[in-house]
């Protein structure tokens, strides 16, 4: 079966401070991935998306970026954080058959 | 383009009484409808989806909705709700890209 992990589950970063979270997803292959942000009270911000290694979309302009070095590893990552880039971010994964989702467990970041 | 509007941001409900959540969608195009839950601190998990065939579907945890193509919607049900359904409800639809875009969320509240 698929499992979808996310890391760190919790991270709390000062202003102007680099950042990098972490996704893989295990048991399958070529997937299409996603990087949400969920704010306080608020629905989901598609950010990124990726259909294949180094194919990166960028949903927003931002502070943030994200890679896909290997085919389930998703990488999101910031050179100066901003106090705006607190959330919930959410990972999530899908066939490039069909348009069901699979999320993740999620990184709660507090930028103080 | 399509949207997705959830059309409460709240809905308190006592236990063991049914509940009805909203959701409408804008598309030009055939559309795939999901609902998904997500606890406190959690990911989102699917409830269920319509893809094609029977407008009634059911999902987990006694979920149901109906599509409706001529209003535009996608209600989600439940008969008779627990404690235990508290969380933040999420519809989303599809879009050509294969990406979701999902509404703002509706809280569902529980009350014993």
């Known amino acids: 079966s698929q499992t979808i992990h996310q890391w760190p589950a919790t991270l709390v970063q000062p202003v102007g401070s680099p950042l990098s979270l972490e996704c893989t997803v295990e048991?399958?292959?070529?997937?299409?991935l996603y990087w949400y942000r969920q704010a306080a009270g608020r629905g989901l911000q598609l950010l990124f998306y990726?259909?294949?290694?180094?194919?990166i979309s960028s949903e927003v302009p931002q502070n943030l970026s994200a890679s896909r070095p290997q085919d389930r590893q998703f990488i999101l990552s910031s050179k100066k954080l901003l106090l705006s880039d607190s959330g919930f971010y959410l990972c999530?994964?899908?066939?490039?058959?069909?348009?069901?989702?699979?999320f993740g467990p999620g990184t709660r970041l507090t930028v103080t | 383009a399509q949207s997705v509007t959830q059309l409460d941001s709240q809905v308190p409900v006592f236990e063991e009484a049914p509940v009805e959540l909203r959701c409408n969608y804008s598309?030009?195009?055939?559309?795939?409808l999901f609902w998904y839950v997500q606890y406190p601190n959690q990911g989102l998990q699917l409830l269920l989806k319509?893809?094609?065939?029977?407008?009634l579907v059911k999902g987990i945890n006694g979920f149901e909705a109906e599509f409706n193509k001529s209003q535009t919607s996608f209600h989600l049900r439940k008969p008779s709700v627990h404690i235990s359904d508290t969380a933040e409800y999420f519809c989303?639809?599809?879009?050509?890209?294969?990406?979701?875009?999902f509404g703002q969320g509706t809280e569902l509240s529980v009350k014993p």
């Open positions: 999530a994964w899908s066939l490039t058959s069909n348009y069901e989702q699979y």
């Open positions: 048991g399958t292959s070529n997937p299409n």
């Open positions: 990726s259909v294949g290694i180094g194919q």
């Open positions: 598309s030009s195009v055939s559309v795939y």
């Open positions: 319509y893809l094609s065939g029977s407008t």
């Open positions: 989303a639809v599809s879009t050509q890209g294969g990406k979701l875009i």
